[in-house]
């Protein structure tokens, strides 16, 4: 149990998917930042899990832990398909947002499948809750801070993809510091 709640802080906090790896990053785009974290954070919660035990029920017992990612990417795919397809029937607007190529390019989700295989099933469990929770409220935080960044009166040579960088950059500090938390 004490495994299973150190991976879901340390997940959600101090590793961050988004902020603390650079395996996520790819996920801090301004346009659908809300719809993508709900997704993203659905798809993580699903896909860890599942990608741990298709690695220690398939890969594994037969020797082939080299082919995760040609199984890990379809899987990757059709999970975000069918929760794509399952949230739209909650919020009729996630199926007009385009999410799908998103989710299918989010490296966040692939990242934690692959760190996923170290560990033992309450851990990929963990992983999989607080990388997802992480995901959804490095999103909402950073659609906020650019909310408040739209509104503010910025330099022209700031606007658009500096600022952007910069919002990201305060972020990943704000979040250095649960560095150690969540860890032994």
């Known amino acids: 149990m ?19 790896l650079p395996v996520g990053a790819d996920a801090l785009r301004p346009p659908r930042g809300r719809a993508l974290a709900e997704a993203g954070g659905v798809l993580l ?11 220690r029920l398939v890969l594994a017992p037969f020797g082939l832990d080299a082919l995760c990612l040609f ?3 379809p899987l990757l795919a059709g999970l975000a398909w069918a929760l794509l397809r399952l949230l739209a029937r909650w919020r009729p607007a996630l199926a007009a947002e385009g999410l799908l190529p998103l989710l299918l390019a989010n490296g966040a989700a692939l990242g934690a499948m692959l760190l996923a ?17 992480g995901f959804w409220l490095v999103l909402h935080l ?14 022209a040579p700031f606007k658009g993809t500096p600022m952007l960088l910069i919002c990201a950059g305060l972020m990943g500090l704000a979040f250095l510091g649960f560095n150690g938390f969540g860890t032994p």
């Open 71 to 73: 199984l890990f990417l």
């Open 45 to 55: 919660v699903v896909a860890v899990p599942v990608a741990w035990l298709l690695d």
């Open 117 to 133: 295989q170290a560990g033992s099933l309450l851990q990929a469990l963990g992983l999989g809750l607080g990388g997802g929770f």
């Open 142 to 155: 950073f659609d906020d801070l650019l909310a408040q960044t739209e509104q503010a009166d910025i330099p």
């Open 2 to 20: 004490t495994d299973f709640l150190l991976a879901l802080l340390g997940a959600a906090l101090a590793s961050n998917l988004v902020l603390g």
